[in-house]
Nanobody
Framework: QVQLVESGGGSVQPGGSLTLSCATS????????MAWFRQAPGKEREGVAA?????????TYAESVKGRFTIYKDNDKDTLHLQMNNLKPEDAGVYYC???????????????????????WGKGTLVTVSS
């Protein structure tokens, strides 16, 4: 069955960096669409970044993280990553990895905005940003 396991969360100071990972199994990762969402305490889950099977050119980002975060897939290791630079306190929260295993094209922006709902999620990894 589909399994997603996030790792890499932690506590950093503002301006710091973290790279999150999502190890996957149970589906063909290379042709999947993947995404990172986050949820801060008291807030709804929001899309951070999504990517289709077309690679980096298909990556879509929330306005709040553009230029600071990079989503990318390691197809050799079936692992999704989120590189986060210049972290801000408002970036704190639990980060979740989500997957659409069926091969589709052009849905990364729809995933990010919630128009395309993902059925598979990991349990999350906590990111804390504070001085």
């Amino acid at each position: 069955q589909v399994q997603l396991v996030e790792s890499g969360g932690g506590s950093v100071q503002p301006g710091g960096s973290l790279t999150l990972s999502c190890a996957t199994s149970g589906f063909t990762f290379k042709t999947s669409s993947m995404a990172w969402f986050r949820q801060a305490p008291g807030k709804e889950r929001e899309g951070v970044a999504a990517i289709d099977n077309d690679g980096p050119i298909s990556a879509t980002y929330a306005e709040s993280v553009k230029g600071r975060f990079t989503i990318y897939k390691d197809n050799d290791k079936d692992t999704l990553h989120l590189q986060m630079n210049n972290l801000k306190p408002e970036d704190a929260g639990v980060y979740y990895c989500g997957a659409e295993p069926v091969r589709r094209r052009g849905i990364s922006s729809m995933i990010l905005t919630g128009l395309f709902r993902l059925d598979y999620w990991g349990k999350g990894t906590l990111v804390t940003v504070s001085s």
